[in-house]
């Protein structure tokens, strides 16, 4: 047997393997679970073109952007999607994080660019405590308010 057919045959196989775990479904999982990798994939490769000087540092709003956002989407994916009603203000936060590295990075240091990128970190954390709040963190504040009542009650002075 030459080279040629044994490589032909190992051809073969790997094509083989490939349907047969295609059929048996490891393709359908991985994909599902491992969906949001095609949208980090793009961000961290802007990231390297731009440190590798091929695009401009305008590249550099897209790949926070997309960064972020694919992790924010493979933590619901890997963790439940009921994660997202807290962490929806993490999308506005995907904004900043490009226009902040686009701020510090760019050869454009605009002091509206930086505003632009704290004023939506700043809307962002608000949005995220506003929902904590609205969630579970009612619970949290009415229990401090009780704990609050009662220390009242307990060191009141005596008044006779």
């Known amino acids: 047997m030459n080279r040629q057919s044994a ?11 490939i349907i047969l ?8 999982v991985l994909s599902a679970i491992f969906w949001p990798l095609f949208i980090l994939i793009p961000g961290v490769l802007l990231h390297v073109l731009y440190f590798g000087r091929m695009v401009p540092s305008v590249a550099l709003i897209p790949a926070g952007i997309l960064t972020v956002v694919s992790v924010i989407l493979l933590i619901g994916n890997w963790f439940g999607w009921g994660l997202m009603k807290y ?16 701020y510090v990075f760019g050869f454009s240091r605009s002091k509206q660019m930086w505003l632009a990128s ?6 962002s954390l608000l949005l995220f405590c506003m929902t904590l709040l609205w969630t579970w963190g009612i619970y949290l504040l009415a229990a401090v ?16």
């Open 87 to 102: 962490m929806w203000p993490l999308f506005p936060f995907a904004v900043a994080v490009g226009l902040y590295e686009y």
């Open 118 to 123: 704290v004023g939506l970190a700043a809307i």
């Open 145 to 160: 308010l009780i704990l609050f009542g009662v220390w009242l009650v307990i060191r009141r002075p005596k008044a006779w």
């Open 21 to 28: 775990l295609g059929k048996l479904g490891v393709f359908s």
């Open 7 to 17: 490589a032909v045959g190992i051809g073969v196989v790997a094509v083989g393997l």
